[in-house]
């Protein structure tokens, strides 16, 4: 029988119905470690996730749920309220929010000569330009993704753009919001000696995507604010690592404008061929989680297959 190393301590986890939260969960549970999930979902939503809590149940561990709005601090001290009369102490807290806006910082501009390489080629071919677009566009759709270069450019919402509200938000809800978990966590005594908190960063921290700003900025603070954990709340026994994961299929993914190029992108790119998955990223964060990963303190960890290190694009 596997040993359950993490037996009878509890995983907080924000974002925790989908995505890296929910894969994170189902590793920990494997390793007997209890589940704390909040999540944002709407009822439908709600409902086809029950399955997977069910499958989470069936692995013996005590499993909280609830559907919340984690940035309320009057929800928060009340979901606290009730982990702390479980037995055990908080050995993960895992911050997953996905919650961001999503807008260009002004309106596009198409480049000049932008769409003469396709016209050349439809020409050169004997082919309508239309019919030929078209087609292109219809096969990258279906999934022929090594036809990323010549399918039409991603399109973008342009009835508005990025203020400072947007960012305030963003930057809120992706980033700073990690500081108010971890704080209250600390305040009430719930966490272990030896308790690991997780962000969750993207290659958006350094580089542009178009309608990525007010996430990237919010990578950039959560960045910022883990490193302050790390130093800080070191003497309590805490330690806070950042984990940069390559391009995964998660509803989070999905809702940034020009997915389908990047998920194109990222396969050209990574040494292996195929995206990072959430059962990767769950991998990574259950490693770091084990007793033997205590001095690794204040990093950002890249999970991404080696993605980020190659220049390759086929």
Known sequence: MKERIFEGSWAVILGGSSGFGLATAQKLAENGMNLCLVHRDRRAAARAVEPEFEKLRGLGVELLTFNADALSPEKRSSILDELARQPGRVRVLLHSIAFGNLKLIAAEKPRPGESDARSALAEKLGIEASAFNEAVD????????????????????????????????????????????????????????????????????????????????????????????????????????VIQAGVTETPALAAIPGSAHLKAQARARNPFGRLTSPRDVANAIHLLSLEDAGWINGEVIRVDGGEHISGATS
């Open 138 to 241: 219809e096969l990258f759709a279906e999934g022929f993704h090594d036809l990323h270069p010549i399918a039409s450019a991603p399109r973008y919402p342009s009835g508005s753009f990025l203020d400072s509200d947007d960012f305030a938000r963003t930057i809120h809800c992706m980033g700073t919001s990690m500081l108010d978990w971890t704080q209250d966590l600390l305040e009430r005594g719930l966490f272990a000696d030896d308790a690991r908190v997780f962000g969750l960063t993207s290659e958006g921290n350094t580089v542009a995507w178009k309608g990525y700003a007010a996430v990237a900025a919010a990578k950039v603070a959560l960045e910022s604010v883990a490193r302050s954990i790390a130093v800080e709340m070191a003497p309590y026994g805490i330690r806070c690592n």
